[in-house]
């Protein structure tokens, strides 16, 4: 099945200043990338996602890259605010196996006031 | 966005025993899936749930462990079978609304503690 790594596992930056999170995946044939944001407590909440037919995508704060060739997608976060205080999830779908999401290991945000 | 709801919210098992996690949607979805989140890490996929047939479990989650099932297109459950602490985990149903929109959401979640 697909692998999907992550990193930073964590990442503490100021306000005001950009996060960068960046994420491999293994299976060429995935085609969709979701990034969700988890606070403590709650349920991951889909904030971006990127198909394999589109470089970028840009959602106001948020931004997310997706290189095919080298099978890498990242999120950016610019002018970071305490509320981004969170566990962000990278995740990949693949076609060739059932349709199904595999998760990165999670990196926690810590955004300094 | 779908309306998902898992029952119950939480619950504290004694050793093997088995529990029954109930998910609910509010409109007819294609995919439902369950997933695992233990303390502090990522979402680990259990099974994808099969509206009328068996699920399709992952590496390292079997069904006599962890028996789903899926009798229609908005209602599913997981059974934790003869669980130990080790299967004290934060247990997430997930749904996919239609084949050609890939967004998935999820539900809140059943904190499972098992003493």
């Known amino acids: 099945g697909e692998n999907v790594e992550q990193h930073p596992s964590t990442l503490s930056v100021q306000e005001g200043d950009s996060a960068v999170i960046k994420c491999t995946y293994s299976?060429?044939?995935?085609?969709?990338f979701p990034w969700y944001k988890q606070e403590l407590g709650k349920r991951p909440q889909l904030i971006i996602d990127?198909?394999?037919?589109?470089g970028e995508k840009k959602d106001q704060r948020i931004a997310v890259t997706l290189n095919k060739t080298a099978k890498h997608f990242s999120l950016h976060i610019t002018e970071t605010q305490p509320e981004d205080s969170a566990v962000y999830f990278c995740?990949?779908?693949?076609?060739?196996?059932?349709?199904?999401?595999?998760f990165g290991t999670g990196t926690s945000l810590t955004v300094i006031p | 966005s779908a309306v998902i709801s898992q029952k119950p919210s939480r619950d504290i098992c004694q050793r093997g025993t088995s529990l029954t996690i109930q998910c609910q949607v509010d409109?007819?979805?294609?995919?439902m899936f369950w997933y695992r989140q233990q303390p502090g890490q990522s979402l680990t996929l259990i099974a994808t749930?099969?509206?009328?047939?068996?699920?399709?479990?992952e590496s390292g989650f079997v069904i006599d462990k962890f028996p789903i099932s899926r009798p229609n297109l908005t209602f599913s459950t997981l059974t934790v079978s003869n669980m130990s602490p080790e299967d004290s985990s934060i247990y997430l149903c997930?749904?996919?609304?239609?084949?050609?929109?890939?967004?998935?959401?999820f539900g809140p979640g059943t904190r499972l503690t098992v003493l």
């Open positions: 997930s749904v996919v609304r239609t084949s050609v929109a890939d967004t998935q959401y």
């Open positions: 299976d060429s044939a995935s085609n969709y």
């Open positions: 990127i198909r394999s037919n589109v």
């Open positions: 995740a990949a779908r693949g076609t060739n196996t059932g349709n199904q999401f595999y």
């Open positions: 409109s007819q979805v294609t995919m």
């Open positions: 749930a099969n509206q009328g047939s068996e699920a399709t479990y």
